[in-house]
């Protein structure tokens, strides 16, 4: 319906002041890239013009007769997924930021907006509405996604993806923080598990504070229910859901690789993907992750001793059995000063590189202190981008898997780890 103007960013106004409505229209009317498709007076009228329409980005004010523009914002997010919501609102408080981002939203702009703020805000985010429109349409014409399920029911088997490095360092809690951020949706919740028992450090990283960890669940294991364990996983503003490692190293002795099973075995069971960062030692623990795991995502960055940490990594996937086609290879901290290139890697691992993310401090340091990842809130800059590939490549690869039929494979595979 779109082609000819498949270029255009279409835009779509949702405001009840028809004045407010025409201002922001004004703003917009002589850029050559942009067309507002509509403009709503409620969140129900922006829902039912969105399917239509299907905006790349909506400007949603906040308060509104109907449906609120939070509500609203759940709702596109829903059935139009690509769409890039920016709140716009003279309410600047932290209560409402936080749930316009759990509700979706990707960005803020305070009223009333300037020109250049409105059309810069635009712009960045129509790149993610573009690149996740033609994912959508991949991932349409490419067979059922996998099994969804959500917290509190019982459903068909979530997927585990484990994301390792046998090299410390190298980017493990990044990359899987960002991918459990950039696959946690109202469709597929997501829970992410740091296994790193000891000096585990994803909850820092998401700037969570609570003590709640790992060993409330295992030493709870005979009664792990919904409401258990509802009350240990952590929660981001993002809305992702995490399971934290303790918080002092000693009480890692307390967790065994059989608890370690219970858990990420009922986390499967009750989330559409768990993503879990795993230690670098290869130890009973990470032998069980793997055991469940149905993607590895396997992490190195351009230096000799991380390729060669990868190499003895692969060996050690072949002798367990481990399938090729569960294995992916992400490259991190990609610099063309490093004088190593990502098909030299390749070439010498006799593996495909399925994605790169450059190295790019400010980014990743910033997320970091600021415990928003960067999937999050710097879609436009290039660790994101690279992220983004990583993202869609994982994505491809477990539909490509469920469409292999992946049951009959796990019969097959034998267990790494036997259960005691
Ligand atoms: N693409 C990148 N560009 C620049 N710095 C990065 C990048 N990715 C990760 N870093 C930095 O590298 C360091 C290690 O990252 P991270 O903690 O994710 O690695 P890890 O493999 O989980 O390490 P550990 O072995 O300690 O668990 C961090 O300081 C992080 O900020
Ligand atoms: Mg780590």
Known sequence: MQDAADDLIRVMIVDDIAETREN????????????????????????????????????????????????????IKRDVRFAQIVILSVQAEADYLRKAMRAGASDFIAKPPSGDELIGTIRSLAVEAKRSKGEQKILEGTGPLPPIVGPGRIGPEGKLIAVYSAKGGVGC??????????????????????????????????????????????????????????EVLLQHDSGLRVLAAPPRPEMADEINANQVRTILQYLKNHFAYVVVDTGSTMDDITL?????????????????????????????????????????????????????????????????????????????????????????????????????????????????????????????????????
């Open 24 to 75: 922001i229209r004004k703003l917009l009317q002589f850029e050559p890239d942009i067309e507002v498709v509509g403009a709503a007076r409620s969140g129900q009228e922006a829902l039912e013009m969105a399917r239509e329409t299907e905006p790349d980005i909506v400007l949603m004010d906040i308060n509104m007769p109907d449906m609120d523009g939070i509500t609203a914002t759940e709702a």
């Open 173 to 230: 809690t990044i990359i899987a923080t960002n991918l459990a951020v950039g696959l946690d949706t109202a469709d597929t919740p997501t829970v992410l598990v740091d296994t790193a028992l000891q000096f585990g450090d994803v909850a820092v990283c998401l700037n969570l504070q609570s003590k709640n960890s790992f060993v409330d669940l295992s030493s709870r294991i005979d009664e792990l229910e919904v409401d258990i364990v509802d």
């Open 288 to 420: 069980t992750v793997l055991d469940l795991a149905d993607l590895l995502v396997s992490v190195a960055t351009p230096e000799i001793p991380a390729i060669k940490d990868a190499r003895l990594l692969f060996d050690l996937l072949s002798v367990l059995e481990f399938p090729k086609e569960d294995t992916m290879f992400v490259l991190n901290k990609m610099d063309r000063r490093s004088g190593i290139t990502a098909s030299a890697i390749a070439e010498n691992l006799k593996c495909t590189v399925d994605g790169e993310i450059p190295f790019d401090e400010r980014t990743v340091t910033t997320s970091v202190n600021r415990g928003i990842p960067f999937l999050i809130a710097d879609k436009g800059q290039p660790a994101a981008k690279g992220m983004l590939e990583v993202l869609g490549a994982v994505k491809q690869r477990l539909v490509e898997r469920a469409e292999a039929g992946t049951e009959e494979r796990e019969t097959e595979r034998p267990r790494l780890f036997s259960r005691a």
